[in-house]
């Protein structure tokens, strides 16, 4: 996986907002915490294959008034997406231990 | 607000519909809380892109396939094979774009309302008679009695009968004429026109003595002044009388047709003018309310009957009504009905061939097909493939309609002849445009679903289970599309054909007079000659004299007016003829000439002798010439030599006595013979000879030397154009010609596109039966055998397409007959030749995939399995 895919993007999201959030609430977080922007219909394709591969599940949820009355699709964050997030995350700060120096420094360079 | 409701709609079109409601629900929480934000200008725009980019990243929702994805797709099948998709929306643009510009024509002459008021309650009126073509006209004293008598109608003009007849106009540096028509001072009023410039005619303006003025058409004015707002309040010099210019008539109103300026006669018309013609008028007239033209005709022919001066004044003929847009637009609806159904067929056959395109990927496009469907896609996703397929093609076809429709009007629109009305108005305006649009997407979307329905029905079994040996699906009704194809050509071929045997008839016209080395020109005679015959006399004859001294001029000679537009037209009667006898001769075309007019025209002398310079004596014996056709009428089998006529203009008291009898000719009326008599000039009565005919044996500059020449014989006499006779001939059957031009190129883009079908067809048809050939030509079949087996299910094809196409075109035709000449519509040449044409391009078409089916190799065909 690419590093900061939009899967682990999504599935960081889902772990702040408490676990469980629909598609309008990671879509804000996201661009809150990153600023980088969010199509829905993107969103859409990686919780579909988020869910395919069994991280996450999603359920139709109730309704609220800011969404014109309109139901959503919440989804959930599961262990095996939480496990695969923690394996990956572990991945990459052991991968990363002791290069952030230089990172900085090169990357300031080509600035 | 309509922003956020026009994004709810954009949404919802553009979403599948079993996700739809959490979509919309994401996008309008995120719109919510945007607009909280950043204000719902830039939440709006930020959601439309969520939206535009949720659909091209593929996914619209959760699992589908969105449609901006399926177009994407689309329009990588077509980059990737661009031939066949490319050649289907040139098709369709070619129908498309023929059907829009037929439409624009038709939409913005015919079904547009006339710049007037009320146009359905307005009526022309004029005279007829078994005796002559001619439109007659009423009186002076006519028209006053209409107007003050004639209760069906609540407002009546007159203008003159003889339409727009050039004017010289004269600047201080120039000279130029315009067509003018002399008009009542009611006129404008009557059709309650509104100026687009200044103020048109009124009552004022025709009080006798009042101070000359005109009203400039709109094009005039437009091409002529440069729509210089100025003219208004300039004066024009005509005829050495200035003319105020008041105003400029509203655009898209030139009537009568070709009418550049209109000026008021300023006379009193229930007294005989002093000086000049006598007003000939059509009427032109406003029905009171409830009254229809059969009462307005009653209503004439009583007030008219019931003042014996009036009824003198008149020809014996019957009143004729007609509704004023009939009039205005009649004769160019014929060609633009014709124009428009042969464009309708044009677009079947390529919206025919889209389909066919469509389906004549043959197998390789059955098989990717049919592995959808075995994978699971619905019916309905094939279809949609289909539908962003044609979308695509779509796309391309209107844009290529509209620029085509775009060129066809602003090429076609200058070549149209002039005395087709309203046509300069015609352009690719928005509704034309719509159309295209209109036309373009629901094409698109029908040939798509056609195509898609059509395949999604195929056996996906057998598809697969071949190299399509059996991929049959939609074959029988690919045959049946081409026939239709067939058919449509057919139909419109006839109508071509037709026009062009037309054209051929008017070709074949004799005009009866020397035309290739003939030059007409136009003379502006003053007003004042009407003082003194002599003078002008005089004048003419050294003119003559002086032309037929220079170099390359063979021969010139006056005569009362150009070919076609002669307006002294009398009825005679033999001298042993009583006045009831006299009623059934035809109208005479008459003719004031000098001696040797016969010769110098080239128009053949029959028996007796034609005019001699004695003849021209102030005390000469009163004689005449006569044609076969004025020979015929009055003296039937008889020789007309030594009889004696009475009736000349203006001198009824002479009898004259016929001393020759010359050739008929078709200069008064190019469609028909008219009778002719011609007259010594010395005779004139109240009407000037208009035209000089000049005969050249080369090139010369003949305006400067006529211009010259009445320099120094009279020189108030002054040349308005100078037209070369086979130009001025052609006018009366350029409406024909045009239509025929139009049709002629529908047909051949019709023939065309059906060719292709057929080709596209068989193509198929030769793949799908490849291991058939195969297994023939492995059993010993002859590569001719192959030929013909292929060839012979096209002639069937083409020969039931054509019967049936026979058959429409024989009930179509008659929709054309009134613009044919000297063919019916049913002719069965034609008929014949036609469908033999058809269905010979329809074997040739369909020989290039029979020959390469017989040449492939029947190894290759059968390996193939």
Request: with cysteine.
């Amino acid at each position: 996986m690419a590093p900061g895919g939009l899967e682990q993007v999504v599935l960081f999201a889902l772990l702040r907002l408490g676990g469980e959030a629909h598609s309008a609430a990671i879509i804000l977080e996201i661009e809150e915490r990153t600023g980088r922007k969010v199509s829905p219909g993107a969103l859409y394709t990686v919780l579909e294959r988020l869910a395919d591969k069994g991280y996450v599940e999603g359920w139709i949820g109730d309704s609220t008034p800011e969404r014109g009355g309109r139901r959503r699709k919440v989804y959930r964050l599961l262990t095996e997406g939480a496990r695969e997030l923690l394996e990956w995350y572990e991945g990459i700060q052991e991968l990363a231990s002791g290069t952030t120096d230089r990172l900085r420094a090169l990357a300031r360079q080509g600035g | 607000m309509w922003g956020v409701r026009l994004l709810r709609l954009l949404a919802w079109v553009m979403l599948p519909r079993r996700d739809r409601e959490f979509v919309l629900g994401d996008l309008e929480e995120l719109y919510v809380l945007r607009a909280r934000h950043s204000g719902p200008w830039r939440a709006g725009l930020r959601t439309l892109r969520d939206l535009i980019g949720s659909s091209i990243s593929g996914r619209a929702g959760f699992g589908h396939r969105a449609l901006a994805s399926e177009l994407a797709l689309a329009v990588r099948r077509f980059l990737h094979r661009p031939g066949r998709r490319l050649a289907t929306a040139l098709t369709l643009a070619i129908g498309i774009g023929a059907t829009t510009a037929a439409f624009a024509a038709v939409d913005r002459v015919l079904l547009r309302d006339l710049p007037v008021d009320e146009q359905e309650e307005l009526i022309v009126a004029w005279r007829a008679s078994e005796r002559t073509s001619i439109q007659l006209p009423f009186s002076g004293l006519a028209f006053d009695a209409v107007r003050r008598g004639a209760e069906s109608l609540s407002g009546v003009a007159g203008y003159s009968a003889w339409g727009a007849l050039p004017l010289l106009v004269e600047t201080t540096d120039d000279a130029y004429p315009l067509n003018g028509v002399y008009v009542t001072g009611d006129f404008f009023g009557v059709i309650g026109a509104r100026p687009s410039l200044g103020r048109l005619l009124e009552r004022a303006d025709d009080a006798p003595g009042a101070a000359p003025t005109a009203v400039l058409s709109h094009a005039a004015w437009r091409t002529r002044y440069g729509a210089d707002p100025r003219i208004v309040g300039s004066t024009l010099v005509i005829d050495g009388q200035a003319f105020t210019v008041v105003g400029v008539a509203p655009q898209g109103f030139e009537y009568p047709i070709g009418t550049e300026i209109w000026y008021p006669m300023r006379e009193a018309y229930a007294d005989p003018p002093e000086s000049g013609p006598a007003p000939e008028l059509h009427l032109l007239g406003r029905m009171a309310p409830g009254v229809d033209p059969t009462t307005v005709v009653t209503d004439l022919t009583a007030t008219l009957e019931s003042d014996p001066r009036v009824r003198a004044s008149i020809w014996e003929a019957r009143n004729v009504v007609t509704g004023f847009e009939e009039k205005v637009v009649g004769p160019v609806r014929p060609v633009l009905r014709a124009a428009f159904i042969a464009a309708l067929l044009l677009l079947l056959a390529a919206a025919a061939n889209a389909t066919l395109f469509l389906l004549a990927g043959g197998p390789s496009a059955a098989r990717e097909i049919a592995v959808m469907r075995a994978l699971g896609a619905e019916p309905r996703r094939v279809i949609g493939r289909h539908v962003a397929d044609s979308a695509v093609v779509g796309a391309l076809a209107g844009v290529g309609a509209v620029a085509l429709a775009y060129l066809g009007v602003s090429t076609l629109v200058p070549l149209a002849p002039a005395d087709l009305p309203r046509f300069d108005l015609v352009q690719l305006d928005a509704r034309a445009v719509g159309v295209a649009i209109v036309l373009t997407v629901a094409l698109t979307v029908a040939t798509g679903v056609i195509a898609g329905l059509v395949l999604s029905r195929l056996n996906v079994l057998d598809a697969l289970s071949s190299a399509g040996r059996t991929v049959g699906g939609g074959s029988a009704f690919r045959t049946a599309v081409t026939g239709l194809q067939v058919s449509l050509a057919v139909v419109s071929a006839v109508g071509a054909g037709l026009l062009l045997r037309t054209v051929a008839a008017l070709d074949s016209l004799e005009p009866g007079f020397s035309v290739e080395d003939m030059t007409v020109v136009r003379l502006q005679t003053p007003y004042t000659w009407f003082d003194v015959p002599e003078d002008y006399l005089l004048a003419l004859e050294q003119v003559v004299r002086d032309l037929e001294g220079r170099p390359g001029v063979i021969a010139a000679r006056p005569s009362l007016g150009p070919p076609l537009q002669q307006r002294l037209e009398v009825t005679l009667r033999a001298e042993d003829q009583s006045d009831a006898d006299m009623r059934t001769n035809p109208t005479v075309a008459v003719d004031a000439v000098l001696p040797g007019h016969f010769e110098a025209l080239g128009i053949p002398l029959r028996s007796g002798r034609g005019l001699r310079e004695m003849d021209n004596r102030a005390d000469a014996d009163p004689v005449v010439v006569v044609d076969e056709a004025l020979a015929r009428a009055l003296w039937p089998g008889e020789d007309p030599i030594g009889e004696r006529i009475v009736g000349y203009p203006g001198r009824s008291e002479l009898v004259f006595t016929v001393v020759g009898v010359v050739a008929a000719t078709r200069y008064r009326d190019f469609l028909e013979v008219h009778p002719r008599a011609y007259y010594p000039l010395r005779l004139l009565g109240n009407s000037p000879p208009s035209a000089l005919l000049v005969r050249t044996s080369k090139e010369i500059p003949v305006r400067d030397l006529v211009t010259e020449a009445f320099a120094a014989a009279d020189p108030r006499v002054r040349v308005m154009s100078v037209e070369r006779m086979t130009d001025v001939l052609r006018e009366p059957t350029s409406g024909r010609r045009f239509a025929a031009s139009v049709l002629m190129s529908f047909a051949l883009a019709t023939l065309l596109v059906a060719a292709l079908g057929v080709y596209s067809v068989f193509t198929v048809f030769v793949q799908e039966r490849r291991r058939e050939m195969g297994v023939r030509q492995a059993l010993g079949a002859q590569r001719s055998s192959i030929v013909t087996l292929v060839l012979r299910r096209i002639a069937n094809v083409a020969v039931v397409g054509a019967t049936l196409g026979l058959v429409v075109a024989l009930g179509a035709s008659r929709a054309i007959a009134s613009l044919l000449y000297g063919v019916a519509p049913t002719d069965p040449t034609t008929l014949t030749v036609v469908m033999l044409a058809v269905v010979f391009l329809a074997l040739c078409a369909g020989l290039v995939p029979a020959l390469r089916a017989a040449i492939t190799d029947p190894m290759v065909s059968l390996r193939r399995e």
